[in-house]
């Protein structure tokens, strides 16, 4: 029986959306993954002591034999490893059992900065036998200058986002939705209230789904934020309301959005960094800029427009059938 490492992006975070990605990112490995013995480490937190390492233990032999190694997902390449707070917390002590890593429609973080060490570190994690997958073309040329093969599947969440998939989805306004923020940043303040206020407007009931744990005490801090329905923050909950009719999905919370699609809701999703902003490039989300949301939101929300995803699928196909036997 095979064994994989499947690094998964959810374990210790702070932001649900990373249990979209690992989801989809299971759905996507089933193949592979039913008939395997399957380990799970974490992204955000350590794997592994330098201790353990050092002593190369027999879990970490385990580990570092897999025959495949795959990181699921997310912004997991920040360009500096030496960041407080990087996504992946791996360093040259603690790494070696991960060596060999394959990428699922990863990306890399903000800003064109890289040094050294983080450079080198990558070379040695990352796969060279294998093509990597990556969600937007930024991030493969990232993972194209490290020396290694790279293809742009789009999101692994959005991979089943077919035409004859994306037809079913509604094409007029809803009288209900739910949205989301992005409550990490105080001055983005004044477009989300017009974004609240705009919503309050225009469905005859207002939903908020906390992806993030900022999200419930930013949204408190806005005028008006008693007319809104609380959902709370789990898969399950959201899960829930998204098999209910007559809904539609607006905000800034990239992977919400798209979760949203996936139960056929139809969604407006609002750009506040170059996640959206790189996908939509390429994919065609139905997005808008967040400094646009006064000008044209409330339009588009009355609006009649189709859901028209345009994703690689000959890219994906390329990228699975590598581990087809």
Not at 97 to 125: F, Q, R, S
Not at 161 to 172: A, G, M, V
């Amino acid at each position: 029986m095979k064994k994989i490492l499947l690094l998964d992006t959810s374990i210790g975070t702070s932001n649900l959306g990373d249990y979209i990605i690992m989801e989809c990112v299971r759905k996507e490995l089933a193949p592979i993954l039913k008939t395997s013995f399957v380990y799970d480490m974490p992204t955000h937190l350590p794997a592994f002591s330098t201790f353990s390492v050092f002593r190369n233990s027999l879990a970490v032999q385990n580990y570092a034999t897999a025959d495949l190694k795959f990181a699921g997902g997310s912004n997991l390449l920040v360009k500096d490893l030496k960041t407080h707070y990087p996504q992946w917390n791996i360093h040259p002590f603690n790494s070696k059992p991960l060596n060999g890593v394959i990428l699922v429609g990863v990306g890399a973080g903000a800003g064109e900065y890289t040094n050294k060490y983080t450079t080198n570190l990558y070379k040695k994690v990352l796969n060279r036998e294998y093509i990597h997958s990556v969600r937007d073309e930024r991030s493969k040329r990232y993972v194209e200058s490290l020396g290694l093969k790279a293809v742009n599947t789009g999101c692994v969440t959005m991979w089943m986002l077919t035409p004859e998939f994306c037809s079913t989805i509604p094409t007029k306004k809803a009288e209900r939705c739910v949205f989301t923020l992005t409550g990490n940043s105080a001055k983005t303040l004044e477009e989300d209230q017009q974004l609240l206020d705009i919503l309050l407007r225009n469905y005859e009931e207002v939903n908020f789904w906390i992806q993030g744990d900022l999200d419930f005490n930013y949204l408190k801090r806005m005028n008006n934020s008693e007319k809104v329905n609380i959902i709370p923050p789990s898969i399950e909950a959201y899960d829930k309301l998204l098999s209910e009719d007559n809904l539609d999905y607006i905000g800034t919370r990239l992977h919400g959005g798209v979760y949203a699609m996936r139960h056929g809701k139809r969604a407006i999703i609002i750009a506040i960094d170059e996640r959206a902003t790189e996908i939509n490039r390429r994919n065609n989300l139905n997005c808008i800029a967040q400094k646009d949301i006064e000008s044209k939101l409330e339009k588009m929300i009355q609006s009649e427009f189709a859901t028209e995803v345009k994703m690689p699928f000959e890219a994906i196909e390329q990228w699975k059938i590598q581990f087809i036997e």
